[in-house]
């Protein structure tokens, strides 16, 4: 069982007890929402709080698919590479003279 610590978070003017596992990383992601929410209220500053957030957490999802995406490019573009690598080798061992 891991060892779950209690941290208090402020987000968008409320307080939060959370239980997390990392504390560092809770509070590097409580601050990227607190960001996000405040962005979006100073771009629509006469909406509701809860279309604040629901629009927050689009452009959260927003961010979070266009990184998924890189990711796959990149592990696309690395296996591809690897392939050429390892056919380029193989190449190389039939035409070596033993």
Known sequence: MTNKKKLKLKIFDKE????????ELATELAHYVNKVMNDTKDELPDQPIQTIAIIASLNIAYDL??????????SNLAIDKIKKIKLLSNESQISSPS
Not at 65 to 74: A, G, P, S
């Open 16 to 23: 939060y007890s959370l239980l997390v596992e990392n504390e």
């Open 65 to 74: 698919f266009l990184e998924k995406n890189k990711f796959r490019e990149f």
